[in-house]
């Protein structure tokens, strides 16, 4: 049996091609890159990523594409450590944030950025959640709650990676029975495929042999203006959902669906991520900024689920995703403590992510969608993110 959670496709496309409390460091101008020479100079490099860990080797991978696209990929946490995208100049920009090392991730305050997420994405509250009449206990690393797997969740793993040709790598990663206190042997298969049509495919697939629960992403952090350029408050974004989840005061879902109709969460028409983010109101207050799950409209369509625009480079990132909610975040735990690719440092809002997922803490919230997986299904899901050029 085939069980499809969500499909969501990282889909590139150019013309012509979490955490602790919110720091107020503010960010130092700068301005996009146009020396393609240079944002690649800053980038990772292979010899910087060779490493054992947990006495398996860490590599670092580039695919590309014949028009000049490029993604790489470590096995260390299965990351995308840079996206290579082209400008309105058509000069290549850098658009997610990350290091230059894989040092620079190990030591990281911040242990997310570009990770494969799992087992479970997102909250749950507590650290605790009942499957078939027995309780589970998880690590709480996020005050009382559990973040994205636990202790150790799959960012701090080292996968299995083998290169399938110049365009695709595959990673393979076997969670024990109980690691993190989640029940089954799960084998879970993640793929990074660039295609000659600019298609960045982030597919994954998971079975088990013990009934469990499952909730995978990626956790990018996007500038659309390049990493290391400055805040982020200038992009523009739409967001296709009539309602989210509200959270209380530590970041779990009450349960209830709330219209975004006259809340600064209503993104159905274009505006900045900046124009309300410093309203006082109550959810914004809770996630000290954006970071919620947003209810999607069109999940599984042809239509885009949001669209973020890049104010200065004019790089257009369309989001399509088959999954039932979307985590728009925007960067209010970044805390300016470490030294990115770029040579700037990881200030306050200088990145956001948009991760295509299931609701959070949804173990415990029988009225969400189910993330439960069992034997003998196969989850399966696909990740696409669009990107264009605005002139």
Excluded at 48 to 74: C, E, P, Y
Aim: hydrophobic share 35%; net charge positive; proline share 4%.
């Amino acid at each position: 049996m085939i069980i499809s959670f969500k499909r969501t496709l990282f889909t590139l496309t150019a013309t012509g091609l979490i955490a602790l409390s919110a720091c107020n460091s503010s960010a130092p101008k700068s301005t996009v890159s146009t020396d393609s020479t240079a944002v690649e100079s800053a980038a990772a490099s292979a010899d910087r990523f060779q490493k054992t860990i947990d006495g398996k080797s860490v590599s670092l991978h580039t695919i590309t594409n014949k028009n000049g696209a490029k993604a790489m990929i470590t096995n260390y946490g299965g990351r995308l450590v840079s996206l290579f995208i082209p400008d309105k100049n058509g000069k290549l920009v850098d658009v997610v944030a990350g290091f230059s090392s894989v040092d620079g991730y190990q030591k990281s305050t911040e242990p997310y950025f570009g990770a494969t997420i799992g087992r479970f994405g997102n909250r749950i509250a507590k650290g605790k959640f009942t499957l078939d009449g027995k309780a589970y206990t998880l690590f709480t690393n996020n005050g009382i709650n559990t973040l994205h797997g636990g202790k150790k969740g799959f960012q701090d793993v080292v996968w299995d990676l083998k290169q399938i040709d110049a365009e695709t790598v595959q990673l393979d990663y076997l969670s024990k029975d109980m690691e993190e206190g989640f029940p089954g042997n799960l084998t879970v298969k993640v793929t990074y495929k660039l295609t000659d049509d600019n298609e960045l495919k982030i597919s994954y697939e998971a079975t088990t042999d013990k009934k469990t629960v499952l909730n995978l992403t990626n956790h990018a952090f996007f500038n659309l203006n390049g990493e290391s350029s400055g805040s982020i408050l200038g992009h523009n974004v739409q967001i296709n959902a009539d309602k989210y989840t509200p959270v209380d005061s530590t970041l779990i879902p009450t349960g209830k669906l709330m219209t975004v109709k006259g809340t600064p969460f209503d993104f159905n028409k274009v505006k900045t991520i900046g124009a309300e983010i410093n309203v006082k109101d109550e959810q914004l207050l809770n996630g000290k900024g954006y970071d919620h799950n947003y209810v999607l409209k069109t999940h599984g369509a042809k239509d885009a689920v949001a669209v973020v625009t890049g104010e200065k480079s004019g790089i257009v990132m369309s989001v399509y995703t088959d999954q039932p909610g979307l985590q728009f975040y925007s960067g209010n735990f970044m805390l300016g403590k470490n030294v990115m690719k770029g040579g700037h440092k990881d200030y306050f809002r200088t990145a956001f992510a948009m991760e295509t997922q299931h609701f959070p803490d949804s173990p415990n919230q029988p009225s969400f969608p189910s993330t439960v997986l069992k034997p003998g299904e196969t989850y399966t899901t696909e990740s696409t993110y669009q990107f264009t050029v605005k002139p």
